[in-house]
């Protein structure tokens, strides 16, 4: 993809956020596309592409009467929606579509019209590593966050700062869900959920959701919005088996879809002004730190104890409070670039003075996917 040639014309999440009982899941998509389609000026007639995770894009195209061109229902988990910008992006510069939709829309609280939970046993998780008592992200995710603490020597402490900085983030944004300050002995009294995550190390469960409206640069101008580009996109793949990393202590999908990205965006990390990576648990921002070279290996804990990331710092990261404490409803890719998003119109709560460069990444599944956009606000020359 050439940098900038595609812009996020449209962004919004839905009207509210929380415990949303009073909306189903396929509603949530509808509301945030409504709310999206309404900050482009567009109407429902004006798309031309649907994209979709959580529900089938051909359920949203058709609750929303959208006869489209291009339909892309990529599913890898919370990243979904990173990967959906790439195609989109990618569907746009070929000529697929001209005016692309993405969704997400989530009853992960109140679950009201959501999926059932669990996977199927005859899965490759269902067969080697379910029957021995791994279940669920808080208890998968520790397989690896133990081996990596265990050898960079990282700390209860310093794991527990990452929830302290976001909580700092989430006081700044009145849409957050929680809003007091905590401290690191805060969150290592909280409850123990799964060693060494407590309570408070992991994310939220609420509803909500929002939507993307993606186009061609050079119609950009003809929106009522300032207009995002998208200068980098990445996306990779690891295991459906967190067991079968390949390294525990980085993941590899992390490290190729942010490569890619940086060497499509044509940019240094120190032109980077602005950071989001997918906090489901505390562990996750340290390893994007990482893989994607903001730091180096076993380095991230102490960056994020000595303040670089929280506000003041030298590179702001999940500054809308994170899925630790501002949502979190399943998949938290989409919040992750609607902040991006904010930051790069100069309109977040918690807004980084002159960002012009955001970097996005997202988790799918326990590393088993992730995906990076990278944003400017700055126009393709």
């Keep these: 993809m050439k940098p900038g040639s595609v ?19 396929i509603q949530l998509h509808a509301d945030a596309a409504l709310n999206a389609l309404k900050d482009a000026g567009l109407s429902p007639k004006d798309i031309d592409g649907v994209a979709t995770a959580g529900e089938s894009p051909v359920s949203i195209a058709h609750y929303l009467g959208i006869k489209p061109t291009y339909i892309d229902g990529t599913g890898v988990g919370g990243c979904s929606f990173m990967l959906h910008v790439r195609h989109a992006a990618a569907a746009i510069n070929e000529g697929l579509a001209t005016t692309v939709l993405i969704t997400h829309g989530e009853s992960g609280r109140s679950r009201v019209g959501a999926g059932r939970f669990g996977g199927s046993p005859a899965s490759l998780q269902g067969q080697f590593e379910a029957p021995y008592g791994a279940s669920g992200p808080p208890s998968m995710f520790t397989i690896p966050v133990l081996r990596y603490m265990k050898e960079f020597g990282v700390t209860e402490e310093q794991l527990a700062m990452v929830a302290v900085v976001q909580r700092e983030w989430a006081g700044m944004n009145p849409r957050a869900s929680f809003h007091d300050p905590i401290t690191v002995e805060d969150v290592l009294n909280s409850r ?3 060693y060494p995550f407590h309570l408070l190390e992991c994310c939220l469960v609420t509803d909500g959701g929002g939507a993307l409206i993606l186009t061609s640069a ?3 101008k003809d929106f009522p919005t300032k207009p995002v580009y998208i200068i980098g996109t990445g996306e990779s ?3 459906p088996m967190i067991s079968q990393m390949y390294d525990f202590k980085s993941s590899t999908a992390f490290r190729i879809s942010g490569k890619k990205a940086f060497d499509e965006a044509g940019i240094k990390h120190s032109d980077v002004d602005h950071l989001m990576i997918y906090d489901a648990f505390a562990h ?3 390893y994007g730190l990482e893989d994607l070279g903001f730091c180096a290996p076993g380095d991230a804990a102490g960056f994020v104890w000595d303040g670089h990331t929280a506000p003041g710092g030298s590179l702001p990261m999940n500054t809308n409070g994170g899925g630790l404490s501002y949502m979190h409803s399943g998949m938290y890719g989409m919040y992750a670039l ?5 930051q790069m119109r100069g309109v977040a709560p918690a ?9 996005c990444l997202g988790v799918g599944g326990m590393f088993a996917a992730a995906g990076c956009v990278i944003f400017s606000n700055q126009a393709p020359t």
């Design 7 to 25: 812009a996020i014309v449209g962004a919004a999440e839905t009207t509210e956020l929380g415990v949303i009982p009073g909306l189903s899941q």
């Design 192 to 194: 123990m959920i799964a």
């Design 218 to 220: 050079d119609r950009a």
């Design 237 to 239: 793949a690891e295991t």
């Design 284 to 286: 996750l921002p340290l």
């Design 338 to 342: 609607q902040e991006s998003i904010r």
């Design 351 to 359: 807004q980084v003075p002159g960002a012009e460069v955001s970097v």
